[in-house]
């Protein structure tokens, strides 16, 4: 006689808000007490070795209108390319900067704001070096599972040139949506969720 397995059915699927950015980041949120900080509001100080740079943008959804309740976390290496973490072998990344960053959308104008500094180079799985990247995580009211995404910066055009994962991306066209454009120090970097400027999100 067979016998039945009673397999487990899958949980439903919950959407990520509209409180995630609240309950991640109190602070923002007017809710003092909780941390002295929210948790990934600062990446650097005084003695982080490399170039200080600031990373602002939006997410907008399909019809470009700001997201007001999104939050952001991003993760990236060093200035010399290595990063924070029990898993990195090849060295020892700065000890001055924790290479996560978590920050919520403003809620009058869909900002967001990283100070952090420029990456180096890490490389990929096959030894090839990346262009200097952040990884991006995206969450807001609707989104059941997180955005990934990674950000590159425009002026590092050979390095964007030989990097490997771009050069996986098929349509040719959509690899300036995960260019920051910069300006100084200052680099823009717009998420769209939907629509004719879609985003290219990675399934991680």
């Not at 900002?111 to 807001?140: L, N, Q």
């Amino acid at each position: 006689m067979v016998q039945s397995l009673g397999y487990l059915k899958e949980s439903p699927s919950q959407t990520a808000g509209p409180y995630v950015h609240i309950g991640l980041t109190p602070n923002h949120a007017d809710i003092r007490g909780v941390y002295d900080t929210d948790l990934g509001a600062v990446m650097v100080n005084d003695k982080t070795l490399g170039r200080r740079i600031t990373i602002t943008g939006r997410v907008l959804d399909g019809t470009g209108t700001p997201l007001k309740d999104a939050l952001l976390e991003i993760w990236q290496a060093d200035a010399a390319g290595l990063y924070n973490s029990p898993s990195e072998l090849r060295g020892s990344a700065d000890p001055n900067f924790t290479g996560w960053g978590r920050c919520a959308t403003d809620g009058v104008t869909g900002e967001y704001r990283f100070d952090t500094i420029k990456p180096g180079r890490v490389p990929f799985r096959d030894g090839r070096p990346m262009a200097p990247h952040i990884s991006v995580w995206i969450v807001a009211r609707g989104i059941n599972l997180g955005l990934n995404t990674r950000l590159y910066f425009a002026d590092e055009e050979a390095a964007n040139a030989e990097d490997p994962v771009l050069a996986r991306i098929e349509h040719r066209v959509r690899v300036p949506t995960l260019i920051a454009a910069g300006e100084g120090d200052h680099y823009r970097f717009d998420i769209h969720l939907q629509g004719e400027r879609e985003t290219v999100f990675f399934d991680i």
